[in-house]
């Protein structure tokens, strides 16, 4: 029951919302446990915005872009009322020390890093919300990489990474969406912006329940959710009950390595994803995507992504299963064209007449786990991936002429343990966590790697939370 004997902050009676007011629904939103007994549903009446459209799609809650993690994940939103808008932010740092054993590893301070905001209103038949999502890596993280073994994907100073990640955009996302109710049971929702994440993929590593603790990356990111942060995205979707299926428009190309701006470019890429979500603590997806063009190291080659994941939520304990495998289709290498176009390093491909290059498959799959028990966290990592034959190579402009192809699968496990700090009235939650990855090189690369190579990071967590 709320301190207001007679109205919420959104004008309604309380023996309507059955005394729950927007304060209460702040405190449900950041600990479900604080409320039990409460139907969530007449929980949500209490905010101006009375099905939290802005948070729900089908059954699930929205994360990155439209991609859904099930209805009982937690939620470290801060909440709040400005006349006729629902206000909600949530934001996330990890201060990251990291360090890695074998010849190709190496050690760096740094950060990763995001910040949300999100602003809805009802609006003639629907709910319109205004979603942002920002980030300080492009500072944070510097040489435009942090070190990661056997992590590739998109360049930095021109020359592909090899053994590494890259920061995300400082605009990580950019976008609205509309959602319209169709009788009681079918919701139509539509979704886009200069910057956000197509209907394709599982929910992004930075903000999947199962990876809340991992401050590092997945080595397979770019065979799973590297389209999170795509650009010139239109996203038309359909909900029925714990059902959505959506159809995505997008620019097909990464983003650059010029990490504080916007990019343009056409919708070249298409992309469609099914969504079910039958029970608040389940959530699967299946989506397929041909994305044109998106590597700027080989930009006339297409790729055909297929994704599948599951998760699994209760609240304290969040899990996930997810398949990725990129099709990297054939096409015409030309004859003279740069590598990178308009960068200062411009080796051209080695080829002196039109040469067909063949198709190249990637599979990948994950399964992480993180559990929460009181103010301690712990959590797994389980990777087994294919890569290319640029790990072969050092970070050197040699490595724009190689032939990738695939090459070799490596794994990686990982497990690491957080405690948070007891800060009862603070509105930021504080853990100090650290976690070891072994990984497992082929007889291939065990000569360049080492068989085994190990990775440890320790860390400070900063994260938003009412409590």
Known sequence: MCASETHCPCGGDLAKHKGVCGECLDGWMSDRGAFAGIDPKEVMLAAPDPDMSSMQLGGGWLASGTSQVPAASPMNMMMGLFGRWTLMGSAQAFFVYSDQTGPRGRDKIFSTNWAMGMASRRLGPGTLTVRTMLSAEPAT??????????????????????????????????????????????TFNIYGGPRGGPALGPTAYPHCPSASENPMAVISHHQQDSTHIATNVITAGLSAGPVTWEVSGFHGREPDELRWGLEGGAIDSLSTRLTVSPT???????SIGRLNHPEVTHPLRPALRTTASLMYSTGNWSTSAIWGRNN???YTQQPGLPVIPRA????????????????????????????????????????????DSTLLFEEAPFVLLADEVRLARVQ???????????????????????????????PVLAPIYNANPIGVQMFLRVRTSRR
Request: proline share 8%.
């Open 141 to 186: 993280i510097t040489s435009r990489r942090y070190p990661m073994l056997f992590a590739t994907g998109e360049t930095a100073n021109g020359i592909p990474i090899i053994n590494g990640q890259h920061p995300h955009d400082f605009v990580m996302e950019l976008a609205a969406s509309y959602k319209i109710p169709l009788g009681e049971r079918f």
């Open 280 to 286: 608040s603590h389940w959530s699967g997806q299946f």
């Open 328 to 330: 990297e289709l054939s």
């Open 344 to 387: 200062r390093i411009r080796p051209l491909h080695v080829v002196s007449v039109p040469t067909r290059i063949p198709a190249q498959i990637y599979n990948s799959y994950l399964l992480e786990s993180t559990y929460r028990r009181n103010r301690n966290w712990f959590w797994m990592r389980v990777e087994n991936t294919d890569k």
């Open 412 to 442: 990686a496990y990982t497990l690491g343990y957080e405690r948070e700090l007891p800060l009862t009235r603070s509105p930021f939650r504080i853990g100090l966590g650290g976690q070891a990855t072994l990984f497992h090189a082929p």
